[in-house]
């Protein structure tokens, strides 16, 4: 119903940067806040940064400093920009929404198919 999409990833090498980009379409009435995740096997999927729709951001620790994230309420498109990376960067990143369908009464989690980033020399 609602749909997330994903680019940017790739292969970088460590101290190098990224920009991921997420574009959410379909019937959407809202999107409250859209954030980052990011998994590698044998891990939990961990919250790297999200952003309300107020402009408000959180970061993890591990990541503070170094991304930002940003958003554009008119494109319905969440940005990450990753500079100084490591290679414990390394991971699969899935794109976030929460958001509230047109003509729906709750909001609900959307998630992207994730993109590989891969921080290696």
């Known amino acids: 119903q609602v749909q997330l999409v994903e680019s940017g990833g790739g292969l970088v090498q460590p101290g190098g940067s990224l920009r991921l980009s997420c574009k959410a379409s379909?019937?959407?009435?809202?999107?409250?806040?859209m954030g980052w995740y990011r998994q590698v096997p044998g891990k939990e999927r961990e919250l790297v940064a999200a952003?309300?729709?107020?402009?408000?951001?959180n970061y993890a620790d591990s990541v503070k400093g170094r991304f930002t994230i940003s958003r554009d309420n008119a494109k319905n498109t969440v940005s990450l920009q990753m500079n100084s990376l490591k290679p414990e960067d390394t991971a699969v990143y899935y794109c976030?929404?929460?958001?509230?369908?047109?003509?729906?009464?709750?909001?609900?989690?959307?998630w992207g198919q994730g993109t590989q980033v891969t921080v290696s020399s």
């Open positions: 952003i309300t729709s107020g402009g408000s951001t």
């Open positions: 976030n929404a929460r958001a509230r369908r047109a003509g729906g009464t709750f909001d609900w989690d959307y």
């Open positions: 379909g019937s959407i009435f809202s999107l409250n806040k």
